[in-house]
Nanobody, 123 residues
């Protein structure tokens, strides 16, 4: 069983930057970031393959967010720039046991989830 712990959330003004991290207790395959705003479903934000060769983003964050990982530290990162009030949500990281790069934008593809970290962007 792999445990995931997110950190780095907080309050930032619109146009600002924030970085969140996801530390895993052991090696994982594909990893992803999802977010859930109040009253809404959890939605895909970004994903990265085990080797970091492949990444993908939702249209709403493409060009502003960057996902990366350090397998030596079993940690994934999400650098968020030019933040907007609509980015406000609880950010969750997910990890797949598999290294297959497939259906990474689907919640059902992930075996493990973190507890989430709040990101709030003020206007």
């Amino acid at each position: 069983q792999v445990q995931l712990v997110e950190s780095g959330g907080g309050l930032v003004q619109a146009g600002g930057s924030l970085s969140v991290s996801c530390a895993a207790s052991g090696p994982t395959g594909t990893m992803g970031w999802f977010r859930q705003a109040p009253g809404k479903e959890r939605q895909f934000v970004a994903a990265i393959s085990w080797s970091a060769r492949y990444t993908d983003y939702s249209d709403s964050v493409k060009g502003r967010f960057t996902v990366s990982r350090d397998n030596a530290k079993n940690t994934m990162y999400l650098q968020m720039n030019n933040l907007k009030p609509e980015d406000t949500a609880v950010y969750y990281c997910g990890a797949d046991r598999s290294r297959v790069w497939y259906a990474y934008d689907q919640r059902s593809s992930y075996n493990y989830w973190g507890q989430g970290t709040q990101v709030t962007v003020s206007s």
